[in-house]
């Protein structure tokens, strides 16, 4: 067995270990095995026509939504696009959730167990990202920016977590 020395991949480990994130394993696992019960959605979520599973192709729309929001939130004029773009990611969210979790389905318990942290992350940047567009549709731009911010750095966290369960 090989020691790990990267502090970072110490702490993957470790959860990957954890049994106290059993129990949210075991609640998230007979729903998503259902997902994936029927041999076509298999297919469709593993990727059996392209050889990409479907989550690597369809977590890019919000995460690329959102960051591109960031980017136009440095230009006054862009606000009203950056606006839109975080609509664009929530919408985007559900299918990435929904693919994520068939592919979690087929992941080892190290993996599932990582697997739930990032779907805490994700799942927790979608609903500021939300706030983020609720506010900026009440004109209130500063707040909609500030909580898009703090969307960004959560979801970074839970790109992290995701990169290493689809290692």
């Not at 029927?38 to 026509?49: N, V, Y």
């Not at 506010?135 to 966290?157: D, K, M, N, P, Q």
Request: net charge positive.
């Amino acid at each position: 067995m090989r020691t790990v020395t990267n502090p970072y991949l110490r702490l993957l480990d470790r959860a990957g270990r954890s049994p106290a994130l059993d129990r949210v394993v075991r609640a998230a696992d007979r729903p998503a095995r259902r997902l994936v019960a029927r041999e076509p959605l298999r297919r469709l979520f593993g990727g059996a026509a392209t050889g990409i599973p479907l989550h690597v192709i369809a977590k890019d729309l919000p995460f690329g939504a959102w960051f591109m929001a960031q980017f136009l939130d440095l230009h006054p004029d862009s606000r009203r696009a950056a606006r839109r773009l975080v609509g664009l990611g929530l919408l985007g969210a559900a299918p990435a959730a929904v693919s994520g979790w068939a592919e979690w389905a087929g992941c080892a318990e190290d993996r599932r167990r990582v697997g739930v942290l990032h779907a805490a992350a994700t799942g927790t940047a979608t609903v500021v990202f939300f706030g983020s567009w609720a506010a900026r549709a009440r004109g209130r731009e500063r707040a909609g920016i500030r909580l898009s911010r703090c969307g960004a750095a959560i979801l970074v966290v839970g790109g992290f977590l995701g990169g290493h369960v689809g290692r």
